[in-house]
C-alpha cells in the first residue's frame, strides 16, 4: 500500500526567505508526482507536476524529483506571504484495469511571515 | 473553465444515520474522486470512479457506499455515521488519473 509522507509537518519562512518541503513515497512503481495547495476554506489546486528525474522550474517554484531514492521535494524561492497554505505531495500509479489513483501526502503547513 | 459544486456546504447528522453527499462536475471529465481531509490534514480516499457506472474502493471506504449514475455527478454515502468520522469531504475530478485533478470546495459533516 502506498504511503506518502511529508516533512516537515510545519514550515515558517521570513518573507523573501525560501521554503523547502519534502516528500517520500514508497512504492517504486510510482508514475507522476504533483504538488497540490490549499488555502484555508476552499479546495486543493495543483500548484506543478513533474514525472522525470531532475528539476522542473515554474516561476518561483521548483520541485525536484530522484525515483530511485523515492523522494521529491518542492522549493519555494521569494516566499510571500500569499504562499501561506497546506502544502500536498501528490502521487499518482496505475492500479491494474482500474485506472490511476492519486495518493496525497499528509501536509505541510507553510506560514510566511512579513 | 468548469467548476465542482458539491452539496449541502454543511451537513449535520445524528450518530448512526445514513447520509449522503453529492457532487456535480461540468468539466466533462470522465474520473471523479472522494476524498475525506481531517481537520486540516492530508487527504484520504475514499472511492474513486473512472467512467460512468465504475467504482474503485480506495483505503478508507469502509463505511462508505459511493454511486456515479451519470458521468457528470458522483455521490457519497455515509452508511452509518459516527462521531469520529467529522472531516471535510472533498469531490474531485479530471481527464484522466495522471491529469491534473479539480476540486470543489468540500461538504463539512458534524456527527451529534
Known amino acids: 500500500q502506498q504511503k506518502v509522507q511529508q516533512s516537515p509537518e510545519s514550515l515558517i519562512v521570513p518573507e523573501g526567505g525560501m521554503a523547502s518541503l519534502n516528500c517520500t513515497f514508497s512504492?517504486?512503481?510510482?508514475?507522476y508526482f504533483w504538488w497540490y495547495r490549499q488555502h484555508s476554506g476552499e479546495g486543493p489546486k495543483a500548484l506543478m507536476?513533474?514525472?522525470?528525474?531532475g528539476d522542473k522550474k515554474e516561476g518561483r517554484f521548483t520541485a525536484h524529483l530522484n525515483k530511485a531514492s523515492l523522494y521529491v521535494s518542492l522549493h519555494i524561492k521569494d516566499s510571500q506571504p500569499s504562499d501561506s497554505a497546506l502544502y500536498f505531495c501528490?502521487?499518482?500509479?496505475?492500479?491494474?484495469?482500474?485506472?490511476?489513483?492519486?495518493?496525497f501526502g499528509t501536509g505541510t503547513l507553510l506560514s510566511v511571515k512579513p | 473553465g468548469g467548476i465542482i459544486t458539491q452539496t449541502p456546504k454543511f451537513l449535520i447528522g445524528q450518530e448512526g444515520q445514513k447520509l449522503t453527499l453529492k457532487c456535480q462536475q461540468n468539466?466533462?471529465?470522465?474520473?471523479m474522486y472522494w476524498y475525506r481531509q481531517d481537520s486540516g490534514k492530508g487527504l484520504r480516499l475514499i472511492y474513486y470512479?473512472?467512467?460512468?457506472?465504475?467504482?474503485q474502493k480506495g483505503d478508507l471506504s469502509e463505511g462508505y457506499d459511493a454511486s456515479r449514475e451519470k458521468k457528470s455527478s458522483f455521490s457519497l454515502t455515509v452508511t452509518s455515521a459516527q462521531k469520529n468520522e467529522m472531516a471535510v469531504f472533498l469531490c474531485?475530478?479530471?481527464?484522466?488519473?495522471?491529469?491534473?485533478?479539480?476540486f470543489g470546495k468540500g461538504t463539512r459533516l458534524t456527527v451529534v
Open positions: 474531485a475530478s479530471s481527464i484522466g488519473g495522471n491529469t491534473e485533478v479539480f
Open positions: 512504492d517504486r512503481n510510482s508514475q
Open positions: 507536476s513533474i514525472f522525470s528525474n
Open positions: 501528490a502521487v499518482s500509479m496505475r492500479y491494474g484495469g482500474s485506472g490511476n489513483k492519486l495518493i
Open positions: 468539466f466533462n471529465h470522465d474520473t
Open positions: 470512479s473512472i467512467t460512468e457506472n465504475d467504482l
